[in-house]
C-alpha cells in the first residue's frame, strides 16, 4: 500500500468535511477532561496516570469513526473507559519500555515510542486483543514505517507555528487533522498487511494444490 503521507492528509481531510464540528467539539471534550485531572491539587498527577489510557483509547475509537466516515459520536471519547484495565495497561508498558529503552539512549527511545504508536488504534478496532499482543502488533506494523510516519508528523510543523501566531486558536483544527491523518497512517498500515497475508494464504494454497497434483500423476 505505502500511500503518500500528502494523500494521507488528503484523505483526512475528506473524512473530515462536514464533520469538522463534531471533531473540534470531541477534541475539546478529551483536552478538558485530561486538562481538569491534571489540575486537580495535590492528587491531579496521579488522576492522569489513571485516566489518560482510556482516554486515548477513546480517542482512538473516535478517530477511527470520523476516519470511516461511519457514525461518530462525542460520548466514544469515553468508550475507553468500557476496557478500562486493558488501556491502562498498554499506557503504562508503553511509558514503561519507552523509558527503558531512552535510559540507554534519546535514540532508541524515540524509535521505541515510534514503534508503540499504533497501540491505541489497534486496542480500538479490534477489542479482542490483548494489551501484549497489541503491542507487539504495532511494533511489527512499524517495521520500516517509523520514518514515514515521522515525516508525516513533520508535515504539520509550520501549521503548528501558524497555529500559535492565532493565539492557539488553530489548534481547535489542528488536532483532529492530525489525529485523523494518524488514523488514516494506521489504516493504510492495516490494508497493507491484510494484503500480505493474503498473499500468503494464496501462496500456501497453490502449493497444497500442486503437492495435490503430484500426488494424483503419482497413484
Avoid at 488528503?10 to 462536514?18: I, K, P, V
Avoid at 466514544?76 to 488501556?87: E, H, L, S, T
Avoid at 485523523?180 to 493504510?188: H, M, Q
Avoid at 500468503?200 to 497413484?219: C, D, F, H, Q
Amino acid at each position: 500500500m505505502k500511500t503518500e503521507n500528502k494523500v494521507l492528509m488528503q484523505m483526512a481531510r475528506e473524512s473530515l468535511a462536514g464533520k469538522w464540528g463534531l471533531a473540534i467539539g470531541g477534541f475539546v471534550v478529551y483536552c478538558l477532561v485530561v486538562g481538569i485531572a491534571e489540575a486537580i491539587p495535590k492528587v491531579g498527577g496521579l488522576a492522569a496516570i489513571f485516566i489518560t489510557g482510556p482516554m486515548a483509547g477513546g480517542l482512538a475509537i473516535f478517530a477511527l469513526s470520523l476516519s470511516r466516515k461511519q457514525e461518530a459520536k462525542v460520548e466514544q471519547i469515553f468508550q475507553g473507559f468500557n476496557r478500562f484495565a486493558v488501556y491502562l495497561g498498554a499506557y503504562w508498558l508503553m511509558i514503561l519500555y519507552v523509558v527503558l529503552w531512552s535510559l540507554l539512549l534519546i535514540i532508541p527511545g524515540i524509535i521505541a515510542a515510534y514503534g508503540y504508536s499504533m497501540v491505541f488504534f489497534i486496542l480500538a478496532d479490534d477489542s479482542s486483543i490483548g494489551i501484549r499482543e497489541a503491542l507487539q502488533k504495532s511494533k511489527t506494523m512499524m517495521m520500516g514505517h517509523r520514518w514515514k510516519y515521522f515525516c508525516l508528523g513533520w508535515r504539520f510543523f509550520g501549521w503548528t507555528l501558524l497555529c500559535f501566531l492565532s493565539l492557539g486558536i488553530g489548534f481547535l483544527w489542528l488536532f483532529p487533522y492530525i489525529q485523523i491523518s494518524g488514523a488514516k497512517f494506521y489504516e493504510d498500515l492495516k490494508g497493507e498487511e491484510e494484503a500480505a497475508a493474503q498473499t500468503t494464504e494464496l501462496e500456501k494454497i497453490a502449493v497444497e494444490n500442486v503437492e495435490v497434483a503430484g500426488n494424483e500423476n503419482l497413484i
